[in-house]
Nanobody, 127 residues
Framework: QVQLVESGGGLVQAGGSLKLSCAAS????????VSWFRQAPGKEREFVAACNWDGVNTDYTNSVKGRFTISRDNAKNTVYLQMNSLKPEDTAVYYC????????????????????WGQGTQVTVSS
């Protein structure tokens, strides 16, 4: 079992930065791939960024490439999402999700593949 708790959301002006954290419980967390998804009002949940168990392999949706960085510290059982140059369209509830993926490259963006989810943290970017 893995429990995930997100933090770090808030209200920021366009162009600003936030750093989200996803703290996990569970001794085997270092074996899990972790991703961030987001959901804006009236929209479907969408993939944002993914990080394999070792933190070396990462992936980003096109709209956040060059602005967001996913990283992890397995010693602290925590995954981070550094968000820079924020835009109003980044406004959403951000969720972290974890799973042991058989194939990171084919499954990392599929939210149905993740069996552990946090409760979400709100990010609001004002124009």
């Amino acid at each position: 079992q893995v429990q995930l708790v997100e933090s770090g959301g808030g209200l920021v002006q366009a162009g600003g930065s936030l750093k989200l954290s996803c703290a996990a419980s569970g001794r085997t967390f270092s074996s899990y791939a972790v991703s961030w998804f987001r959901q804006a009002p009236g929209k479907e949940r969408e993939f944002v960024a993914a990080c394999n168990w070792d933190g070396v392999n990462t992936d980003y949706t096109n709209s956040v490439k060059g602005r967001f960085t996913i990283s992890r510290d397995n010693a602290k059982n925590t995954v981070y999402l550094q968000m820079n140059s924020l835009k109003p369209e980044d406004t959403a509830v951000y969720y972290c999700a974890a799973a042991i993926l058989d194939n990171f490259y084919s499954d990392r963006r599929r939210y149905g593949r993740y069996n552990y989810w946090g409760q979400g943290t709100q990010v609001t970017v004002s124009s």
